[in-house]
């Protein structure tokens, strides 16, 4: 991929080892881009990928649930943010979901991708959509819907 990034990186507690096992799988690519992460996720990667001997640009934001969550959103509102990778615990209750809801709302609201298991961020961070010029993806359309809208092409 020729076109640098900024990706987030967000991690529940109990999705943080699957997180670090999938940046450390991904550490060539992911050493390309600038990576913005909730803090204890960020220094988690930070360090494997040290152990590793990969250099990588990392911005540690706050953890989660202190506003990590809503300051990677704000980036997100900002035009800062190309792709999220958000690994959610969903078997067990947030004490900050409004953040985390608010982060997924901006992604989709603003446009940007969002992979929340490691399948989808795989597909994502390998898409040669990322390097194809001519390809420019279709805004969101928030508009009524009106059954004669199906034959007006």
Not at 99 to 120: G, K
């Amino acid at each position: 991929m020729r076109k640098q990034l900024k990706i987030a990186l967000v991690a529940h507690d109990n999705r943080k080892a699957d997180m670090v096992e999938w940046a450390v799988y991904n550490a060539d690519m992911l050493s390309q881009h600038k990576l913005i992460c909730t803090g204890t996720t960020g220094k988690l990667i930070q360090r494997a990928m040290e152990e590793k001997g990969v250099q990588v640009d990392i911005t540690c934001m706050h953890s989660g649930p202190l506003g990590g969550d809503a300051e990677i959103a704000a980036l997100v509102v900002q035009k800062q943010i190309n792709l999220a990778v958000f690994l959610i615990d969903d078997l067990n209750p947030q004490p900050h979901e409004a953040d985390i809801q608010m982060l997924l709302r901006q992604c989709r609201i603003h446009n940007v991708p969002i992979a929340c298991n490691r399948y989808s961020a795989d597909l994502m961070i390998t898409s040669t959509l990322w390097d194809d010029e001519s390809y420019v993806p279709t805004e969101p359309k928030y508009v009524k819907f009106v059954r004669e809208d199906l034959f007006n092409f």
